[in-house]
């Protein structure tokens, strides 16, 4: 807990069981790989193979989670009217991974470990049909997702620098109060843990933390947040945790969060009775 955290708040949240298919794509290797190679470029690696994989499992499979070198990604059975798409979306997958490690280690001249022992890594998948429940991939959709944050921020959020075009570490949103604008950049980011962001205001900067813990199968999601203000001047900094709560105040952090619950909760009515109505 960070010394002048003010604003902590949780709130459980609902999310519906729904059949479907998941999926583990494991790069298989890596952990060997890594002990034997330069940390620099073995990362530089495993992000260019995360980022093939990724983007070869959609759009049917939506990306869960990803967990060192290892993507979980699951696809409810509304959205896969043939079996066979499962298996043919994994070996194109297979495909594009093989071909981008080929690719790779073609291209560099680097002789360092890491880009010589790339032809020993490769791509393992375990498919699963069964029932499963959608708890902080959900949460953390509405924490991230610049329109549905909208509906619960009070506020306008523009994503101004995107790396890669998506939202990671080193992310920059505009988020618009009225005439005040606050500059968050983003710091730390690991999906669906956490993250941590640094928000400009007039009295400083406020670095939070967001942190969902799911509570068990199918139960929900308890969403946590560890905020500190660091002030401008030092003079100030034995006054930041009252500044703090004043901030957290004036923005209405606790309707805040709980408008995020309620719309949440109507978007998964909406979703139910829609799959009803089918």
Not at 68 to 96: I, K, Q, W
Not at 112 to 123: F, G, K, M, Q
Request: glycine share 6%; proline share 5%; with cysteine.
């Amino acid at each position: 807990m960070l010394s002048n955290a003010a604003c902590s708040i949780i709130t459980a949240m609902d999310s519906p069981t729904q059949q479907g298919y998941l999926l583990l794509a494991d790069i298989s290797g890596f952990t060997s790989f890594l002990a034997k190679s330069e940390l620099d470029h073995a990362l530089g690696i495993l992000s260019n193979l995360l980022e093939v994989t990724t983007g070869a499992l959609q759009p049917l499979f939506t990306i869960s989670k990803l967990e060192g070198d290892a993507v979980f990604a699951c696809a409810p059975a509304s959205r896969v009217e043939r079996g066979e798409t499962v298996l043919e979306v994994v070996e194109s997958t297979y495909v594009a991974f093989r071909r981008r490690l080929d690719a790779v280690h073609r291209r560099t001249t680097c002789e360092c470990n890491a880009c010589r022992n790339i032809p020993s890594l490769d791509l393992k998948f375990v498919a699963h049909f069964g029932e499963y429940g959608l708890q902080s991939v959900a949460v953390w959709e509405w924490l991230n997702d610049s329109r549905k944050r909208e509906r619960w921020a009070r506020a306008e959020v523009k994503p101004v620098l995107q790396p890669g075009g998506r939202t990671k570490q080193g992310a920059r949103n505009h988020c618009v109060h009225g005439k005040s604008t606050i500059v968050e950049d983003v710091l730390d980011w690991r999906p669906f843990d956490y993250f941590t962001v640094d928000g400009t205001t007039p009295m400083g900067t406020i670095r939070t933390t967001y942190v969902l813990t799911p509570y068990g199968y199918g139960a929900g999601t308890k969403l946590t947040d560890h905020s500190r203000l660091l002030p401008r001047s030092p003079l100030l900094k034995p006054f930041a945790k009252p500044m703090l709560k004043l901030v957290c105040k004036m923005i209405h952090a606790d309707q805040q969060y709980r408008t995020m619950a309620q719309e949440m909760k109507d978007a998964d009515r909406q979703t139910r009775a829609t799959m009803q109505n089918r």
